[in-house]
């Protein structure tokens, strides 16, 4: 059965934010004959703000000084890191074990400024940085899926045809991505919890073996004393690891 959208149902999606939108839309795809209908696929708008957001943000913590392209980009970062929530299900995995494995990354992105932050260090970001949380994310080698994924994080991929913050793009699954902005905005608010039990680095299974290969490893020296990772836990197909200073 056919349900029509009227112009003044079009106008109020106007001010949704819905864009494409022309003329009568045919929600199940079914164009009668002589009518000037035009298929079009209505996206859903953004379940969250992400100005709102951003202002809560760094009212909680000052040092994070996020705009939202960096919000926008951060999330983009759980995503392709974690993976998606189809991509997930196909290997067993529930929503909310990904849900927990989007909160895992963006812990360790907490862990490492907030180790940072409170030993006056540069262990994850340059020195000449102003330390704010995008300069923990951007450090080399902090995420691979920046340089794997560069058409992603282009800053001109963050906003749509109006102007308006989008957390997706392309092809990028919606539910997927909003729940990695979901994630990023509860770990960074402090209300969701660290399941990395502190950790500052993680790698694949798929790397290596599915050992604790980093265990025991040195990571890096704090304060002339050797900083060593130790295996924390396994969160989807991720190990994470914490560093434990001063243990020769």
Known sequence: MNRKLSWSALGLLGLLGLSNVTKCVDVNENVSSGCLEEIVEIEKPQVTSIEADVERLNQIDSGYRL???ELVFLSRILYFEEGTFIQKNKQGLTKDDIQEGYEAIASVLLNRYEFDTKNNSHKFHRKKSNGSL????????AFSCIKDRK??????TFKDDQGNMV???GLMDSESIEGAYKALVNVL?????????????????????EGVV???????????????????????????????????
């Open 167 to 169: 957390l997706k793009h």
């Open 67 to 69: 705009t939202e392209e």
């Open 151 to 156: 058409n992603f994080f282009n800053p001109e």
């Open 134 to 141: 995008i300069t923990y994310a951007k450090f080399p080698y």
């Open 189 to 209: 608010s402090g209300e969701a919890e660290d399941p990395t039990n502190g950790a500052l680095f993680y790698k694949t299974k798929k790397i290596g073996n």
């Open 214 to 248: 980093w265990h025991g490893t040195e990571a890096f020296w704090l304060n002339r004393k050797p900083c060593k990772r130790e295996w924390s836990n396994d969160i989807t197909n991720h190990q994470y690891y914490h560093v434990n200073c001063g243990v020769e």
